[in-house]
């Protein structure tokens, strides 16, 4: 008897067996009794043994599939994935599916139904229903072939059914190959000698796998590089995958990519229904597209036959899984393109120092594009003292004056600040009192607009207390500036201008932010107001100024990658001023002009940075030069996490390497989320293959413990947030 082993969508590091009574593969899809209801797991092998008596063993109710779902290196790379991030396998899969697969949808396509004539159908007389004027239309136009079926009510085809003239046929369209009618347009675009080299060289290796990195300044042409190799690979009749960090950049790439290529493109993230979502699942599994541009999930996605992964933007933390299954989608990219024997290429401004390390040390490719492409030049930067100045909602009157400026001349100013409504805290002027959400412990964002104040840590609304609970006041006041805010202020200030805020609160509803992007399209004066959804990958051709708000916050942290994510963000935003001919100017408001990240980005720029914090970095041993993993712990009294956290310590000081460094248990940088008090434990070793050899063998150790099932617990390997 064959004994298949299940995986289940559940937090635990085991397989269930089963019955196989009747054939199957590893990969497939089965429903099986678990407990009192019935569930979806997937065969992860099939053998004739098994820890339990054979007798006891439940059989296996329904095999889904008749193939396996996942393709051969998709399954390599999960399994490869599972064990690399400590992720029970079950989960692993159901994550990488469309959520209506996971419910037990065939993974097919839907059938289309449609009306056909019966052979009595064909001969009938039309004059038989000339008191049935509908159903007698009806009738010719099936003979003609002219029919819509929405003209007709499903009453009319009803009655010539039970006539038995017409009959219901299903069918499943057949795949449509796109390579047929691929072409591509010529671009109006002259390539330089540094865009033309990068091209070259990766065209001359598509048939093996290698590592890109092309690194560009802002505004150097990398999506042009793009599409000039993509054109190289769908030109093989092999599909693409394009991914890049938010669903925000998805419409414009979108649009670049349709105006130069005759070939389906989709779109895949999160904004998408799920019939939406498994629709172009299924078009990659059968070749029906050639590129999909998507998110970090569109990973996954079953291509029949990938050419080519490129990475957008590949040093965003977006990238990285931060709930559940804590995945890196970058560098998961590069393990399926070794897997599929393909090219990726990392695309950048602002490399990462992990990927600017290996491209130190050869392990990826590094391409240059160090000129903006066309007439543009790099903007102007300077810093702007705010010490002892006035301001009104984070604006001093310097930048006011420079924004009137731009104005005048109808241009286009982005104004930004990472701080979404109207004020991140609402405060009691008389006693002191601030607006807290006690699930979190953490202040309140007040919203004036929707007037409401929501955590922006568990999403929890309230309303607007009318008076302190406290002390009775009404004397309650926003403290802090957000989007809202200057939103507002800009429009006291220039009454006549359009101004846009972009940010989450704006943008949420489908097709917000295309209505958005298109209206700054339209050129004239015009004011961006935005978060960092502003700041990535978008060319706004008319903006000439640029003005970062409030950014000090981001200088003095307690996670040594802030100052890494400050300079990227910040060689971003600035790089939105003077994409074009109009020459560009960046201002940045700043209590602390002298501070040396400052000086070094603004004289030297984001390499030089680089390459000082990697000789920082390799100094203290920190990653890219050794390797990290955070034990997270979770529970609601405060009492079962610390402990748990410590007793892991504790097995790590007899059973771990001598060089293991650990620090903790400590709190979480947000102590409580959500009603959870969280504390961690972080791990460092110079070798990874040792850490996660005692990884492998400390999870089968806290399988036993008791413990386990009072606390959410968590590994985090290569963590971004410490």
Known sequence: MFIAHIALPLPLYQLFDYQLMTPAEVGMRVKVPFGKRDAIGIIVSIDQ???????????????????????????????????????????????????????????????????????????????????????????????????????????????????????????????????????????????????????????????????????????????????????????TGKQALVLVPEISLTPQTIERFKQRFNAPIDILHSGLTDKERLRVWLQSKNDENAIIVGTRSSLFSPFKNLGMIIIDEEHDSSYKQQEGWRYHARDLAIMRAKIENIPILLGS????????????????????????????????????????????????????????????????????????????????????????????????????????????HCDTPRSVPEQCPKCGSTHLIPIGVGTEQLEKQLEILFPNIKISRIDRDTVSKKGALNNYLYNIQQGGAHILVGTQILAKGHHFPEVTLVGIIDVDGALFSSDFRATERFAQLYTQVSGRAGREAKAGEVILQTYHPDHPLLNILLTKGYRAFANATLQERQQTQLPPFSYQVLIRAADRNNCYAPTFLQRIHEWLKENGAPELWQLGPIPANQPKKADYNRWQLLLQHTNRQLLQKILNQLVIEIGKWSEISKVRWNIDIDPIDN
């Not at 063993?57 to 999960?78: E, G, M, N, Y």
């Open 349 to 456: 401004a602002t490399p990462s120092l992990e990927t600017l390390k290996n491209a130190q040390n050869h392990k990826y490719q590094l391409l240059q594009l160090t000129e903006r492409a066309g007439n543009a030049s790099l903007a102007k930067q300077s810093i702007l003292d705010i010490r002892g100045l006035p301001l009104i909602a984070g604006l001093s009157q310097s930048l006011v004056d420079q924004v009137k400026k731009h104005l005048s001349n109808n241009n286009q100013v982005m104004l930004f600040l990472n701080r979404r409504g109207f004020s991140p805290q609402l405060l009691c002027h008389d006693c002191g009192w601030i607006a807290e959400c006690p699930r979190c412990e953490h202040p309140y964002t007040y919203h004036q607009k929707q007037h409401k104040l929501s955590c922006h």
């Open 49 to 235: 043994h098994t820890n339990f008596d054979i007798k006891n063993l439940k059989k296996i109710t329904a095999i889904i599939d008749t193939v396996p779902l996942f393709t051969p290196s998709i399954w390599q790379l999960l399994n490869w994935a599972a064990s690399y991030y400590h992720y029970p396998i079950g989960e692993v899969l159901f994550h990488a599916m469309p959520t209506l697969l996971r419910q037990g949808r065939q993974a097919a396509k839907d059938e289309i139904k449609h009306w056909q004539l019966t052979e009595l159908g064909q001969q009938f007389d039309l004059a038989l229903l000339k008191r049935a004027p509908k159903q007698q239309l009806l009738l010719s136009s099936l003979k003609n072939n002219t029919v819509q079926e929405n003209d007709f009510g499903a009453t009319i085809y009803y009655e010539l059914h039970k006539k038995k003239l017409i009959q219901q046929i299903s069918y499943r369209p057949d795949s449509v190959k796109w390579q047929i009618n691929f072409s591509v347009n010529c671009s109006p675009i002259q390539l330089n000698k540094e865009q033309s080299y990068a091209i070259n060289t990766i065209n001359e290796q598509t048939d093996q796998f290698g590592v890109f990195l092309l690194e560009g300044v802002t505004g150097s042409g990398k999506t042009e590089v793009y599409l000039n190799i993509l054109a190289n690979v769908l030109s």
